[in-house]
């Protein structure tokens, strides 16, 4: 165990975790939402603290991020635990076996340990991924922290619940986030998801808005989140905070609770991206299945290829890394490019 920073004390012996945005209140001997945060006698502490799954080293488009340092590699590591329940996790054993007794194997390292493996692997950054980094919050910020001294970037995965603490206590050291945006019904969250929209939407926003580099996932699950209305909530929401904001349409496969549910059709892909083209967003990408031509990003205002994509790998077409300008047309690209 190690003692968690971001929480207060209340009466009683009662702490208030604010990690995320459930911001549990926990009696003494009990455990928060995500089942890694412990209240020890009027103490808050981590269970997951330097106990992590991975590390791997993974291609930045796997995160996915496709507008941030393309052709690059970062350390990716998780925990165990979620402050979700997504009956189609496809890390479920990950995300959810610590709170019905499932063994995961998790290996031993400090912060210190962590950021020099990224460095003797020439990685460009470190990634916070595979279960929601919000959960073990202390050891990302003391991670990011050496990370940055180091001249590594900072990436976080995420589905978009930390609490306004978390994002204070790692704002200054984080580079870019790719946060999901799971539906755009509240009732979906409630009974699919185990949690709430409306902290979801506010983190999006004030993220981009703090200029971390941000995109968007959603996953497209057939006859769940993929009507014509809902996809074009979301993209109008996308649109209004900003139409630069990257839009990853995601393809579901059958996985834990939802293994009745099929593969999303490679047209809905399409119908989704057309959606987001028609609300006014800029760059809109196709994952999880091989389609080159809508992985790959093209200028807005003259058509250009900048970056051709094939099997999580960028390759720099017609862009100016330099400037972040299309090279054909002077465009602004969204995005950190060096």
């Known amino acids: 165990m190690k003692a968690a920073k971001v929480f207060k004390k209340l009466s009683g012996g009662v702490v208030q975790c604010q990690a995320c945005s459930w911001y549990c209140r926990i009696a003494p001997g009990n455990l928060g939402v995500c089942a890694t945060r412990l209240n020890k006698n009027g103490r808050l502490y981590s269970l997951v603290y330097g106990q992590i799954v991975g590390p791997a080293l993974d291609p930045v488009e796997k995160k996915p991020l496709y507008h941030f340092l393309p052709g690059s590699n970062l350390l990716s590591f998780g925990t165990v635990g979620c402050n979700f329940a997504c009956t189609f996790c496809q890390n479920w054993e990950q995300s959810q076996g610590n709170k019905t007794g499932l063994k995961i194997n998790t290996t031993k390292i400090t912060p210190e340990e962590l950021v020099d493996l990224a460095l ?4 460009s950054g470190i990634a916070y991924t595979y279960n929601e980094p919000a959960i073990f919050v202390e050891f990302a910020h003391d991670t990011a922290v050496l990370a940055k001294k180091k001249g590594l970037k900072n990436v976080y995965v995420s589905n978009g619940f930390e609490s306004v603490e978390t994002f204070n206590y790692l704002k200054p050291y984080l580079d870019a986030i790719n946060i999901d945006l799971k539906s755009f019904s ?34 497209i699950i057939p006859n769940h989140n993929d009507s014509v209305k809902e996809l074009t909530q979301i993209a109008k929401f996308l649109y209004q905070i900003s139409p630069d904001i990257p839009w990853h349409l995601s393809a579901f496969h059958p996985d834990y609770k939802m293994t009745d549910i099929p593969v999303t059709p490679h047209s809905t892909l399409i119908k989704a991206c057309q959606i987001g083209k028609k609300s006014g ?29 094939s099997h999580y790998v960028g390759q720099i077409e017609n862009l100016n890394t330099k400037t972040g300008r299309c090279s054909n047309c002077g465009y602004k690209i969204y995005g950190v490019w060096h």
Not at 120 to 123: G, I, K, L
Not at 187 to 216: H, L, M, W
């Open 186 to 219: 509240a009732k979906f969250y409630q009974t699919i998801c185990k949690a709430k929209i409306e902290p979801v939407k506010a983190n999006i926003k004030r993220f981009f808005q703090s200029g971390i580099a941000t995109e968007i996932t959603t996953l």
């Open 120 to 123: 003797s692997q020439h990685a």
């Open 281 to 309: 967003l800029h760059y809109i990408y196709i994952g999880n299945v091989f389609d080159p031509k809508h992985s790959s990003t093209i200028c807005p205002h003259c058509q250009i290829l900048l970056i051709s994509r």
